[in-house]
Structure formats: structure tokens, C-alpha cells
């Protein structure tokens, strides 16, 4: 399914996907369960970080790639959600995020596991404590089109309830593993949630 003319004929404006991944971080972070579609937080401009990865996964289709995204399972924190893309056999990411460091990755990984890994030294909640423990990706959005997460009208967050479905894998192989691991430097964790939106944050 191809994406609508009006979204194809913006997109034509983003030239690569560094240029989509400035786009989608000046976008306003939106705290609220209720997930858009990409052509809905087109109009509306505000995105949390599923949103922002739908967004992103269709303006990169328009530059040829193929829509797929990495789920990300945490413990003690908020799941999150990234844009895939490929250029030269290397994988690279588009995210949103409430964050500064769990957003864009540029394409220098060989494997979706290697840049997945680049995430984790700055996957921490509020207090510090690591928390990210598990991931599935490629998850392509090929498998997902009756949830019209392009253009639809309606709340699509069912569609990522569907994610825990694919093959999952484990960093961590338990919880109490990741909670004995040291606190993130409280200079990172500052810096890490500046300017971020509180009301979108995990409290622990």
C-alpha cells in the first residue's frame, strides 16, 4: 500500500533520513496513550515515540526503504519504539523520543543487535537504573497494514500490542540480573532528560 500523494509529495522535502530525523524531533512530544497514524501526527504535529517511528517508517518508504521497526522491552521503565533503515548493507535509526539519547542512530551496523546495543549505556529510568532487557526487530510493518498505520483515523495502538508477538530477544535473561546492575552516571541521566516532557515520563 502506497503512501498517500499528499504525504509522497511532502516527503519529497526530506532528502535522506538525517534530514526526516530532525523533522520528527522538532516535532512536539506527545504524553497521551492514543497512538496517531503517520499521516494523522502529519497534521496534528505532535508524536510520542511510536507515533514518531510510524511517521518516520513512511516518510523513509518514500525514499525507498522498506517500513520496519525495533520494539525495545524494558523493566522498571516505558517500552520504546525506533525506525529501521539500511543504506549500504549498514542499519541506522529514526526515532522520537522524551530523551536526548534513544532517538537517531546513523547507518553503521552491521546487525539490527549490534545497533540495538549502541541504545543500551543510555536506556535508564529517572532514578538511573538500567532497564532495557529485551528486543524484536525487524518487526516489518508489511504484516500490519489492516491497522492502516499510514493514514487511518482511529486509535492504532493495538498495533503494537501485536509486536509482543514476534520473536523476542533477551539481553538480560532475568530482571533481577539488570536491577544489580551500577546506576547510570547522574551527569548522563541529567543530560539525558533534558527538556523532556514531563507528564510523558516513567516514575518509578
Given at each position: 500500500?502506497?503512501?498517500?500523494?499528499?504525504?509522497?509529495?511532502?516527503?519529497?522535502?526530506?532528502?535522506?533520513?538525517?534530514?526526516?530525523?530532525?523533522?520528527?524531533?522538532?516535532?512536539?512530544?506527545?504524553?497521551?496513550?492514543?497512538?496517531?497514524?503517520?499521516?494523522?501526527?502529519?497534521?496534528?504535529?505532535?508524536?510520542?515515540?511510536?507515533?514518531?517511528?510510524?511517521?518516520?517508517?513512511?516518510?523513509?518508504?518514500?525514499?525507498g526503504h522498506e517500513p520496519?521497526?525495533?520494539?525495545?522491552?524494558?523493566?522498571?521503565?516505558?517500552?520504546?519504539?525506533?525506525?529501521?533503515?539500511?543504506?549500504?548493507?549498514?542499519?541506522?535509526?529514526?526515532?522520537?523520543?522524551?530523551?536526548?539519547?534513544?532517538?537517531?542512530?546513523?547507518?553503521?551496523?552491521?546487525?539490527?543487535?549490534?545497533?540495538?546495543?549502541?541504545?543500551?549505556?543510555?536506556?535508564?529510568?529517572?532514578?538511573?537504573?538500567?532497564?532495557?532487557?529485551?528486543?524484536?526487530?525487524?518487526?516489518r510493518l508489511s504484516r500490519?497494514?489492516?491497522?492502516?498505520?499510514?493514514?487511518?483515523?482511529?486509535?492504532?495502538?493495538?498495533?503494537?500490542?501485536?509486536f509482543y508477538e514476534s520473536?523476542?530477544?533477551?539481553?538480560?535473561?532475568?530482571?533481577?540480573?539488570?536491577?544489580?546492575?551500577?546506576?547510570?552516571?547522574?551527569?548522563?541521566?541529567?543530560?539525558?532528560?533534558?527538556?523532556?516532557?514531563?507528564?510523558?515520563?516513567?516514575?518509578?
Open positions: 500500500m502506497a503512501a498517500p500523494d499528499r504525504i509522497e509529495k511532502f516527503a519529497k522535502k526530506l532528502k535522506s533520513p538525517w534530514e526526516i530525523q530532525r523533522f520528527v524531533s522538532a516535532i512536539p512530544y506527545n504524553p497521551d496513550d492514543f497512538c496517531k497514524s503517520a499521516e494523522r501526527v502529519l497534521i496534528e504535529r505532535t508524536a510520542h515515540c511510536m507515533e514518531g517511528a510510524l511517521l518516520a517508517s513512511l516518510l523513509l518508504e518514500c525514499l520496519s521497526l525495533l520494539h525495545f522491552r524494558a523493566h522498571r521503565d516505558d517500552d520504546h519504539v525506533v525506525s529501521l533503515f539500511r543504506e549500504k548493507g549498514l542499519w541506522g535509526a529514526v526515532g522520537k523520543s522524551n530523551t536526548t539519547l534513544l532517538a537517531w542512530r546513523p547507518p553503521l551496523y552491521r546487525t539490527v543487535r549490534d545497533l540495538l546495543m549502541s541504545y543500551f549505556p543510555f536506556y535508564f529510568n529517572l532514578k538511573g537504573q538500567m532497564s532495557l532487557v529485551a528486543w524484536a526487530g525487524p518487526i500490519y497494514e489492516k491497522w492502516n498505520w499510514r493514514a487511518g483515523m482511529y486509535d492504532v495502538g493495538d498495533l503494537s500490542a501485536h520473536e523476542r530477544s533477551r539481553i538480560i535473561m532475568s530482571e533481577r540480573r539488570v536491577e544489580k546492575l551500577p546506576l547510570a552516571d547522574r551527569r548522563l541521566v541529567d543530560a539525558c532528560f533534558l527538556g523532556a516532557n514531563e507528564k510523558g515520563l516513567y516514575r518509578v
